[in-house]
């Protein structure tokens, strides 16, 4: 059942190939009335369409006698051996009289090759894909765009053919790009991409998945904002880019990078939000940033960095990093009258709480440390000394036997 599904798709395909290479030839478009297409390198026979078998014809080339070097009629039909692109023009046919019985434009260039094809989607709707030729065929061209959706294992009962193919669909404002819509995100597809001239055509297949071909547009709205009072930071935000769908469902992560202006070497952050605090900028020094998206669980690539958006950190007194979150977020309430008693509070520090914890942690963890090698080097000393005093008891009662072995008369020893 599989087999014949497939072979009823690619049936559909190529008819529609068919169809449109037919349109194309019958109708003219290829060019206007009276033009003639030819390959390069390749033997180029042209015929007097008004001429009758055996007549005696004259062959002139843009109205000169003169033909290309090489050519040569044969039976009223003018040869042009191994054309070159210099053998390009106007060709008419004349009787004895002269009087013109058909005239002919030519034109050279060579059969088209196979087309580089990519896909990308922007979200999990629609897809596009583009392509680009890999041959210069120097003549008119046009491509036929269709997909089919490939069958997953038990779904043949439940699909129509017809529900499987398509074209996509080619829009003359964005030339070699086609747009699938309302695709569906887990399901495989195969693109076909042919590229049809005056000469004949090529092909070009590509298989894909869409959530290995998501890749979003860049965030937009990018905006760097000073944090009041605190010379370090810059409050970042944008907006999801429009090409999102905005669904629950599907909801992007996001990375920043950050640099100085006159720094080369970038600093990086994700989060899932659509804001972030800058909290190491450099005092007094113009910064630049930029965002990229990417799906939050992880399907497909980054996109492309956003553009560039500028800002600089406030000047002022340095607050707590507490005050300067309450600052940011919350609106400034009514001016109140300034003070002239002294201020007697000490100066908050510009580190965070997060980054005291840590050095507690830290300090807490070498201490640990070295206690437990002071304890370990006790031990081992004691050991050592607890051994050192057993050895010299020792010692001390086998000499002290000795002395008085010595000390005993011989007899007695005897």
Same mark, same amino acid.
């Given at each position: 059942m599989?087999s014949?599904?497939?072979c009823i798709?690619?049936?559909?395909?190529l008819?529609?190939?068919?169809l449109?290479t037919?349109?194309?030839t019958?109708?003219?478009e290829?060019? $206007?009335?009276?033009v003639?297409y030819g390959?390069?390198g390749?033997?180029?026979m042209?015929?007097c369409?008004?001429?009758?078998?055996? $007549?005696?014809?004259?062959?002139?080339?843009?109205g000169?006698?003169?033909?290309? $070097?090489?050519?040569?009629?044969?039976q009223?039909?003018?040869?042009?051996p191994?054309?070159?692109?210099?053998?390009?023009?106007?060709y008419?046919?004349h009787?004895?009289s002269?009087?013109?019985?058909?005239s002919v434009t030519?034109?050279?260039g060579?059969?088209p090759g196979v087309?580089?094809?990519?896909?990308r989607?922007?979200?999990?709707?629609n897809f596009?894909c583009?392509?680009?030729?890999?041959?210069d065929?120097?003549?008119?061209?046009?491509?036929?765009?269709t997909y089919?959706k490939?069958?997953r294992p038990?779904?043949e009962?439940q699909?129509?053919?017809?529900?499987?193919?398509?074209?996509?669909?080619?829009d003359s404002?964005?030339p070699r790009?086609?747009?699938?819509s309302?695709s569906?995100?887990?399901s495989s597809?195969?693109?076909?991409?042919?590229?049809v001239?005056?000469?004949?055509s090529?092909?070009c297949?590509?298989?894909f998945t869409v959530q290995a071909?998501l890749?979003?547009d860049?965030?937009?709205?990018?905006?760097?904002e000073p944090?009041?009072?605190a010379?370090?930071?810059?409050h970042?935000?944008w907006e999801?880019?429009s090409?999102?769908?905005?669904?629950p469902h &599907?909801?992007?992560?996001?990375?920043?990078?950050?640099r100085?202006v006159?720094?080369?070497?970038?600093?990086?952050v994700?989060?899932a939000?659509?804001?972030?605090v800058i909290t190491d900028a &450099?005092?007094g020094?113009?910064?630049?940033?930029?965002v990229?998206?990417?799906?939050?669980?992880?399907?497909?690539?980054?996109?492309?960095w956003?553009?560039e958006a500028?800002?600089?950190?406030?000047?002022?007194?340095t607050?707590a990093p507490s005050?300067a979150?309450?600052?940011a977020?919350?609106?400034?309430?009514?001016? $109140?009258e300034?003070?002239l008693?002294p201020?007697n509070e000490?100066v908050a520090g510009?580190s965070d709480p997060?980054?005291?914890?840590a050095v507690?942690?830290?300090l807490?963890?070498f201490?640990? &440390?070295v206690?437990?090698?002071?304890?370990?080097?006790?031990f081992?000393?004691?050991?050592?000394m607890?051994?050192?005093?057993?050895?010299a008891?020792?010692n001390h009662d086998l000499?002290?036997a000795?002395?008085?072995?010595?000390?005993?008369?011989?007899?007695q020893i005897?």
């Amino acid at each position: 059942m599989l087999s014949l599904v497939s072979c009823i798709g690619r049936v559909v395909v190529l008819s529609a190939a068919i169809l449109v290479t037919t349109s194309i030839t019958m109708s003219g478009e290829w060019g $206007e009335e009276g033009v003639t297409y030819g390959q390069l390198g390749k033997d180029v026979m042209l015929e007097c369409a008004g001429g009758s078998p055996g $007549e005696m014809l004259e062959w002139r080339w843009n109205g000169s006698p003169v033909l290309p $070097e090489g050519s040569m009629v044969q039976q009223g039909q003018l040869l042009l051996p191994r054309a070159e692109l210099s053998s390009e023009g106007l060709y008419s046919c004349h009787d004895a009289s002269g009087i013109l019985l058909s005239s002919v434009t030519l034109h050279l260039g060579r059969v088209p090759g196979v087309p580089s094809v990519s896909c990308r989607a922007s979200n999990y709707e629609n897809f596009s894909c583009f392509w680009t030729s890999s041959t210069d065929t120097l003549l008119p061209t046009r491509y036929i765009t269709t997909y089919r959706k490939k069958m997953r294992p038990g779904d043949e009962k439940q699909r129509s053919p017809s529900s499987d193919v398509g074209l996509c669909v080619q829009d003359s404002a964005h030339p070699r790009s086609c747009t699938v819509s309302k695709s569906q995100f887990w399901s495989s597809y195969r693109m076909n991409v042919t590229e049809v001239n005056p000469l004949g055509s090529n092909f070009c297949l590509l298989d894909f998945t869409v959530q290995a071909i998501l890749k979003p547009d860049p965030p937009e709205g990018l905006r760097v904002e000073p944090v009041p009072s605190a010379p370090r930071r810059l409050h970042v935000s944008w907006e999801y880019p429009s090409t999102w769908p905005n669904e629950p469902h &599907f909801q992007l992560k996001f990375r920043l990078q950050y640099r100085p202006v006159m720094h080369s070497s970038w600093s990086m952050v994700e989060t899932a939000n659509v804001s972030e605090v800058i909290t190491d900028a &450099f005092m007094g020094l113009e910064h630049v940033v930029q965002v990229s998206a990417k799906d939050f669980l992880d399907a497909g690539s980054w996109s492309e960095w956003s553009s560039e958006a500028w800002g600089m950190p406030a000047l002022g007194q340095t607050m707590a990093p507490s005050e300067a979150a309450t600052a940011a977020v919350e609106p400034e309430g009514p001016a $109140e009258e300034p003070s002239l008693a002294p201020n007697n509070e000490p100066v908050a520090g510009r580190s965070d709480p997060l980054e005291k914890v840590a050095v507690l942690v830290s300090l807490g963890v070498f201490a640990f &440390f070295v206690l437990a090698v002071i304890l370990v080097f006790a031990f081992l000393m004691w050991i050592r000394m607890k051994k050192h005093s057993k050895e010299a008891t020792k010692n001390h009662d086998l000499l002290s036997a000795t002395i008085h072995m010595k000390a005993l008369p011989k007899a007695q020893i005897l």
